[in-house]
């Protein structure tokens, strides 16, 4: 059982930066791949991110891809999501995801643990 708790998200406005962090539970944190999905009022939850088990490869969404960092701290079981230059458009409750497999059950929505959620809005 692993339990996932998010953090940080917050009020920005457009351009700024924001860092989410995801504290797990469990001695097996580094067994799984883990991830980022988010969800907009009246949208369905969408691929954010994702790392592989040991935080060397990763994978992002194209509507992200070089403003959002995933990284992971295996030692401080945690992984972490840095957005910059955020846009209206990234305003979303952001989940974190961890799956036991690979980083392509994260992308193929093959979640095994979902955290709660945090709310990240990015004002014009």
């Known amino acids: 059982q692993v339990q996932l708790v998010e953090s940080g998200g917050g009020l920005v406005q457009a351009g700024g930066s924001l860092r989410l962090s995801c504290a797990a539970s469990?001695?097996?944190?580094?067994?799984?791949?883990m991830g980022w999905f988010r969800q907009a009022p009246g949208k369905e939850r969408e691929f954010v991110a994702a790392i592989n088990r040991g935080g060397v490869i990763t994978y992002y969404a194209d509507s992200v891809k070089g403003r959002f960092t995933i990284s992971r701290d295996n030692a401080k079981i945690t992984v972490s999501l840095q957005m910059n230059s955020l846009k209206p458009e990234d305003t979303a409750v952001y989940y974190c995801a961890a799956a036991r497999s690979s980083t392509y059950a994260i992308r193929s929505r093959e979640v095994d643990y979902w955290g709660q959620g945090t709310q990240v809005t990015v004002s014009s």
């Open positions: 469990g001695r097996t944190f580094s067994s799984y791949a």
